[in-house]
């Protein structure tokens, strides 16, 4: 079946530094791929999406590019701060024809920048 | 913009008892998702509805039931609680349109503890 594998946290890092989360995937079809990020005793919010290969989505400073050939979807930010500290959640959706499009996670990576 | 509204966002139940957890989705989307997250975990799909109807189920206990309602927001009944459903409850609601779903909006969850 579908899955998804990230890197494992926790990930801490100082304020301006360079952010990277990996993110592969297995999929039996061609797969929308989103980075959702859950901040302390919220929900989930979505951070940005792809829906095909060479996508690339972008928010906040956050980039994250659908790579089939290596079937990646890994989270970048050049320089991270304090506020972005949360778990992120990387996630495809992977529909069989005419099936619901339910949403399967990662473990998530919690990350703690500090000042 | 609305969001997704979740009720109750606490609530705690005594074991075997039962619990009716609600979810309003954003005005105008017609699917709505149930995932569980339990503690430190990534979020488990449960079932979905497409106007009115079931349209998938996952790893749903025998014990759940779930609907949609003419209004669109549906419910989640969880009969004989056990400790193991505590956990977080999310509704999530897309549009669906001839190319399938749109990117999911998450509410802010129901934390369901079970003592």
């Known amino acids: 079946g579908d899955s998804v594998t990230q890197m494992e946290g926790p990930v801490t890092l100082s304020e301006e530094a360079f952010l990277t989360i990996n993110c592969t995937y297995t999929?039996?079809?061609?797969?929308?791929l989103f980075w959702y990020v859950q901040y302390p005793g919220e929900g989930l919010q979505l951070l940005l999406k792809?829906?095909?290969?060479?996508d690339k989505g972008s928010n906040k400073g956050f980039e994250a590019t659908y790579r089939k050939e290596t079937t990646s979807f890994h989270l970048e930010k050049g320089s991270v701060q304090v506020s972005d500290s949360a778990v992120y959640f990387c996630?495809?959706?992977?529909?069989?024809?005419?099936?619901?499009?339910?949403?399967?996670f990662g473990k998530g990576t919690k990350l703690t920048v500090n000042p | 913009a609305a969001g997704v509204i979740q009720s109750p966002r606490h609530l705690i139940k005594e074991k075997r008892e039962t619990a009716t957890l609600k979810c309003y989705p954003i005005p105008r989307h017609d699917t709505v998702y149930w995932y569980q997250q339990g503690p430190g975990q990534d979020p488990q799909f449960l079932i979905s509805?497409?106007?009115?109807?079931?349209?998938d189920k996952g790893s749903i206990p025998d014990r759940f039931s779930a609907q949609q309602f003419s209004d669109y927001h549906s419910e989640l009944n969880m009969s004989s609680l056990e400790l193991g459903d505590s956990a977080l409850y999310f509704c999530?609601?897309?549009?669906?349109?001839?190319?399938?779903?749109?990117?999911?909006?998450f509410g802010p969850g129901t934390r369901l503890t079970v003592l």
């Open positions: 509805f497409y106007e009115k109807m079931q349209s």
């Open positions: 999929a039996t079809g061609y797969p929308s």
């Open positions: 999530a609601s897309s549009s669906t349109g001839t190319s399938g779903s749109d990117t999911q909006y």
């Open positions: 792809a829906t095909k290969a060479d």
């Open positions: 996630a495809l959706s992977d529909p069989p024809q005419g099936g619901s499009e339910k949403l399967v």
